[in-house]
């Protein structure tokens, strides 16, 4: 999956946790049941990487203005 910026400037690419969470942001969760549900759709990777994927992508996706504060 690729996501691009709302000015086409760049392109991201996503692995496939990465797609499984973009697609987990449709919808309100909690980070304890969106970690229950990729612990689940993953479980050959180790919670560590899991949850560090996770962390990395949220804070990349709001750097570049592709995910914003529900706050």
């Known amino acids: ?3 691009a910026d709302g ?7 996503l692995n496939p946790i990465g ?3 973009w697609s987990l942001l449709a919808e ?5 049941g969106m ?7 993953f479980p050959d990777h180790e919670r560590s990487s ?12 709001m750097s570049k203005n592709l995910l914003l504060s529900g706050s």
């Open 1 to 3: 999956m690729f996501l």
């Open 7 to 13: 000015q086409g400037a760049t392109i991201h690419h």
């Open 19 to 21: 797609n499984a969470i």
């Open 28 to 32: 309100p969760m909690a980070a304890d």
């Open 35 to 41: 970690m229950n549900l990729l612990m689940a759709a």
């Open 50 to 61: 899991i949850e560090s994927d996770l962390g990395s992508l949220i804070d990349e996706l």
